[in-house]
């Protein structure tokens, strides 16, 4: 059994280069199109399902602290991640790798597999788009200060290039989790990416009209957009994105409960023909706060796996009168046990975590 703990995970994570990302990227999609797939099949054919995902369950304590347990197998191999949300403090939790015969294959931290795989699950569309780019430098803005919002920058970097990406901008509510982030990520994104242009600004830091002139003129601006917050109102007007007719890839991976939403319902359906894609449908119409308050319908909803190899959109929403590529995102089982597994595998070969006979 491998232990790996939340330092030396970063330190795998922090220093994969593009060839290994992508070879994640391609295990994470191949699951994902896998579990489309068997969503289609009939009654009957139930039994050939290779991927089991109940539902999870939770414990609140008298002191209101409150543990997720959420399963998971590929049969092949099983996961549960147990995350506990307490009252006061971070959160935290692991994740289990269990062999098919019970035998307990690795612990690893689950915060920060978390933040990796959800980012992982915007690029499995964000990677399909680069024609975006084609014309236009991608112009980026992440809503956000935490781990979730620094992968995705992370990430996209890692996938487009830093010659095809001009400038990341980093908005966030607070001050104080900004610059926590940003002490960190700042100097090693100008280390790695000299030419990148990297900015951030805090809404509390600012006047209310100082705040929203400069966001309105950077969202004229981008033409990415990665909304990483778990906010309860729009995070900004559709108006502000429709100053110029830049084609946006706009992702919402912050919200995840009924109550919570971080784009309006005109920015939700500003995809061609009102088009989302989702990592989820059944998980999305029934947790996400946006999908819910706008009342979207699952015919609206294409999920992620459906397009890898068939691109029923993707491609056709290349070019003038195209609407944004929409993405939503809750989350999956499957999402951690593919990417814990596969990172345990990375740990094994370089000689990371603690191996415990068990």
Known sequence: ???????????????????????ILQTFSDALATCSAQSKLSEQQQEQKQIHQPLRSSIVTSHGDTTLFMPVSDTLSTSIKIVT??????????????????ALLGVISAAEV????????????FSRCKWLFDSKKAQIIVFGAGRQ???HARLALL?????????ITFVNRGQERLDEM???????????????????????????????????SDLAESNVVFCCTPSTEPLFAYDAITANRNQRFISMIGSYKPHMQEVDKQTLLSGTEGRIYVDSKHACLEEAGELIMAGVQESQLVEAGEAFGQDPG?????????????????GMGIMDLVVAKTLLEMAAERGLGTKVDF
């Open 314 to 330: 993707l491609e056709s929403e290349r070019g003038p009168g195209s609407g944004n590529i929409v993405f939503k995102c809750v």
């Open 149 to 151: 919002a620094e992968w």
């Open 85 to 102: 949300v307490p009252k006061k403090g971070p959160i935290r939790g692991v994740i289990n790798v269990l062999s098919p015969q019970g």
């Open 1 to 23: 059994m491998l232990v790996l703990p939340e330092d030396k995970l970063s330190q795998l994570l922090v220093n994969l280069d593009q060839e290994q990302c992508e070879k």
């Open 159 to 167: 996938l487009l290039s830093e010659e095809k990406i001009e400038g």
């Open 114 to 125: 978390t933040a990796f795989r959800t980012a992982l699950a915007t690029m499995t569309l």
């Open 182 to 216: 940003m002490t960190g990520l700042l100097p090693d994104l100008q280390q790695r990416y000299p030419n990148l242009k990297v900015t951030a600004y805090a809404k509390s830091a600012l006047q209310p009209e100082e705040y929203a002139s400069r966001l309105t």
